[in-house]
Structures are given as structure tokens and as C-alpha cells.
């Protein structure tokens, strides 16, 4: 990053801790988190699977490139900010999630924040997660604690100042994180695609602080990497048929013949390859329908 963006990135971040602090201050948090009870509800590990394939989890999580150990993290995600690498979310209970208590780990995955009270980095797409249903989110740690424990430690984050600081965190939720926000489709497509799928994190434009101001699936500019990404409203896919959709989701395949290639094909692997028929059908349905975009 240049000098002046650096500048520019440190006086917004001066002011998002500002308006950060001032939200603690004046009460104003997630009515959800707040009244958090998940006392009555009992997981269903086989539900729980299926929910860490909507929800993108083996992917991120995987270092499986490397060789990594299954959800044992260190991925490495690098960005304009600097790099940052996916956490150890197997059941370990030192360097993983393992003694994690249920409401905690409900916490960080709807608001972003760790069982010590950290923010964490919108890398973790809490802000996709935070629509997720309580029961949902009970399976998936119920599935999560079946997961083989690895020892292994996640590298330190590499970014930038003030980045580096998570409190920064907090100005950056003030400004660009509604912890309740609600989707607006009662449909099963839409409702992957906004929530535990998370397509926006990645095909929604970002702003100079990697605000998603407008969670439009228009592509963006500076994705994963560095890498663009295309964009997946019904106008960019005009000439993809319904087939075309639920086979790409399946497999990968593009319409022309060829194949996805980066990131996506980590996610059709490990996540909408997995997916039911009826599920791929759905998100198909919903992409192609202009509903999220135009």
C-alpha cells in the first residue's frame, strides 16, 4: 500500500474506533447475541456436516494444498491489508476449538468475537453467518466436536497498522457490520446464497476499507489474492441456462466448456458439490432470477 493510502486507511480507522467505542457506549449491540439461549436445543452431527458444506467451512479451513490436516487451518488469505491465515477449528482443545463452550462459539460465528472478548477480521465471514439459525449453528458445533483433534498453532496474522490491532475491529463493525441483519427471501436460494453460503464476501464490490456497503453480487475488483472476481447477477449470467448453473455448482463446468479455476474450485469441492440436488437447484434458481442484483 502506498504512503497516502496507508494515511488514508489509518484516519478512517481513527474514526471507525470512534464511532466504534461511541456504539459500545450508548448499548447499542446485537439483541440476538444478548438473549442468546441455545439450552433447549440438542445437535444432530449428521446435520451439522451439512451445514459446514453450506456454510463453506472445509475450504477456508483446509490447508489441503499444502497438505494441511483436515479444518486444522493456516490458509493463507492475502489481501490489500496484508495476509492473514484461517484458525485450527478442529476439536483440539488447546490450539482448536475443542473447549469452546456452545454459546461461545454461537458468538463468534453472529457477531465476531472470540471467547476472550477479540473482534475478528471480516476474513471470517461472520457478517454472511451472523443470519444463521440457532439450530443450525448447534448442529454444526455438535459436528465440529467429532472432528479429529490436530495440534497445530495458526500463524500470526501479517498486516498493516493499525490493522494489526483488532480492536480496529470494532470501528470497522460500527461502520460496515449489522449484527441483525435479516434476509429478505424466504426463499431457500437466496437464503444460502446471503447467509451461510456467503457469496457477497467475495463477488460483492469492497470499498477502501473492505466495507461491503452494497451486498449486490456485481464482482469485485480485489477478491481473494488480489484476484478479481467476476460478477454473478442475472445480467452477467444472461446466456447461463438453469442447467448450466446447477451443473457449475456441481462440478465446475462453465457453460463454454472450460473449467472454474482459484478459489472457486476449493468452494465447489469442498462446499456446492456436496450439496443437495435440491439445494444447487435452489441457489441456481435464485443467481438467475436477478433477485440479488441486476
Known amino acids: 500500500m502506498t504512503a497516502r493510502v496507508l494515511t488514508r486507511v489509518a484516519a478512517l480507522l481513527v474514526l471507525a474506533v470512534v464511532v466504534g467505542y461511541w456504539v459500545v457506549a450508548t448499548g447499542l449491540h446485537s439483541e440476538r447475541v444478548a438473549s442468546l439461549d441455545l439450552s433447549s436445543l440438542t445437535g444432530d452431527t449428521r446435520e451439522g456436516e451439512y451445514v459446514a458444506h453450506t456454510a463453506g467451512c472445509v475450504a477456508c479451513h483446509t490447508d489441503a494444498s499444502n497438505g494441511g490436516s483436515f479444518l486444522a487451518g493456516g490458509v493463507a488469505f492475502n489481501t490489500p491489508f496484508g495476509t492473514l491465515y484461517s484458525p485450527n477449528i478442529t476439536s483440539d482443545s488447546r490450539t482448536g476449538i475443542g ?35 440457532d439450530q443450525e449453528l448447534v448442529d454444526l458445533k455438535a459436528w ?41 427471501t424466504t426463499d ?36 481473494p489474492d488480489g484476484q478479481s472476481v467476476p460478477g454473478i447477477t442475472a445480467s452477467d449470467l444472461r446466456n447461463w441456462t438453469q442447467e448450466d448453473m446447477e451443473l457449475f455448482l456441481e462440478v465446475g463446468i462453465l457453460p463454454d466448456g472450460d473449467f472454474s479455476g482459484g478459489h472457486m474450485t476449493d468452494v465447489i469441492e469442498y462446499s456446492t458439490g456436496l450439496l443437495t440436488l435440491e439445494d444447487r437447484q435452489a441457489i441456481a434458481r435464485y443467481l438467475l432470477s436477478g433477485a440479488n442484483g441486476s
Not at 465440529?144 to 493499525?162: A, G, I, K
Not at 464490490?205 to 461491503?212: E, P, T
Request: proline share 7%; aromatic share 10%.
Open 144 to 184: 465440529l466436536d467429532t472432528v479429529e483433534p490436530v495440534s497445530q498453532v495458526t500463524p500470526r496474522h501479517d498486516l498493516v497498522w493499525p490493522l494489526s490491532n483488532r480492536s480496529s475491529m470494532l470501528g470497522w463493525k460500527a461502520l460496515f457490520f449489522d449484527p441483525d441483519r435479516e434476509i429478505q
Open 99 to 133: 473447549d469452546w463452550s456452545l454459546t461461545e462459539f454461537a458468538t463468534a460465528m453472529l457477531a465476531g468475537v472470540s471467547p476472550e472478548g477479540e473482534h475478528y477480521y471480516p476474513a471470517f465471514p461472520y457478517t454472511s453467518y451472523s443470519v444463521m439459525s
Open 188 to 223: 431457500r436460494g437466496g437464503y444460502l446464497v446471503n447467509g451461510p453460503g456467503h457469496c457477497a464476501e467475495c463477488h460483492a464490490s469492497r470499498n477502501r476499507l473492505g466495507g461491503v456497503a452494497d451486498r449486490a453480487l456485481v464482482g469485485n475488483l480485489r477478491g
